[in-house]
């Protein structure tokens, strides 16, 4: 593969993404023919097949998915290559993706927008998800720094801590259990929760703290995918949840939420900037890290722990 062209790799790429080699060409602003020639120049300097066609358009084979990979790793570098360039010549410019849990949202505005005035030509791409997803962002490097609550057993990072959250139960006010001191977990193991979903970092820990109380309890729970919809579920007093206290600070402030004064709540965590630890820093997420480390955690909300 020595001798196979970047030209060649873009192609590759160009088909994989459109399915179709006129599409590809359009893409690349050649002709249909063009296209099919770098394709087969590829797969004879290869000497292996890496497309194959269905019924639904170009497939890359094996041996193609092997190929596309190292071409993106390839694209990769060459883009961090031309970042790394810029700082050399004392440009302070760019673009980064920044990848976050949902609970970030409560104070991602002001933090993006400080960052914003102290670096102004640098783009930012700022995606909210949940944990799993905004894990799997990571990995496929779509993302260059993600913003969560505890680092991926899955993948090899470097963290830098930026602040403290804290989660904690919450009732709607008229609720029984809103007007009692020191609940023992097991007092909470058989009321019904309203609860993120399986893939969420919340729930994670709800499950570790509640563990095989709630099962012998029998207790209910309801999963939904907002935060908003699982506070407006207890203030309507359809059940307990669990979530960070950030999250909740406005309605406990108004009277709307109760945090329960429960036995081993709340549970104290970190707020983490994770990047892949294969990849070479580029001057604007070594800027966006400092940033964190010495203002990140001026833009958290003050969280109510009762």
């Known amino acids: 593969m020595k001798n196979i062209s970047f030209r060649q790799l873009k192609a590759l790429l160009a088909i994989e ?12 602003g050649l002709t249909a023919p063009a296209v099919t020639l770098q394709l087969k120049q590829a797969e004879a300097e290869a000497g ?10 170009m497939r890359p084979t094996e041996a193609g998915r092997a190929v596309l990979a190292a071409a993106r790793d390839i694209g990769e570098r060459l883009r961090l290559l031309d970042i790394e ?13 920044i990848g976050a849990v949902s609970t970030v949202r409560y104070f991602a505005e002001p933090m993006l927008a400080a960052f914003a005035e102290a670096f102004p030509d640098v783009d930012c791409d700022f995606i909210i998800d949940r944990y799993a997803e905004t894990i799997d962002r990571l990995k496929n490097r779509t993302i260059d720094i993600a913003l969560v609550g505890r680092p991926p057993r899955s993948l090899s990072v470097r963290a830098t801590t930026f602040g403290e959250h804290f989660l904690v139960a919450v009732a709607a006010p008229t609720h029984p259990l809103s007007r009692r001191r020191g609940i023992a977990k097991a007092d909470i193991a058989g009321e019904h929760f309203i609860l993120r979903g399986a893939g969420s970092g919340i729930r994670l820990f709800f499950d570790r703290f509640i563990g095989d109380a709630a099962v012998r309890a029998g207790a209910t729970t309801t999963e939904m995918e907002s935060v908003e919809d699982i506070k407006r579920a207890v203030m309507a007093d359809f059940g307990l949840a669990f979530l960070a206290a950030h999250s909740v600070a ?30 070479v820093l580029t001057p604007v997420m070594r800027a966006f890290q400092d940033f964190l480390t010495k ?12």
């Open 17 to 28: 993404a459109s399915g179709k080699v006129v599409e590809a060409a359009k893409v690349l």
């Open 250 to 279: 406005g309605e406990v402030q108004d009277g709307r939420l109760v945090i329960l004064d429960v036995a081993g709540l709340p549970i104290r965590r970190q707020w983490f900037a994770i990047s892949r630890a294969d990849r």
């Open 48 to 57: 292996v097949q890496l497309f194959e066609r269905s019924a639904h358009g």
């Open 85 to 97: 360039i810029d700082a050399f010549k004392g440009l302070r410019r760019g673009r980064i993706a």
């Open 295 to 306: 203002q990140g955690a001026s833009f958290l909300p003050d969280a109510p722990l009762h």
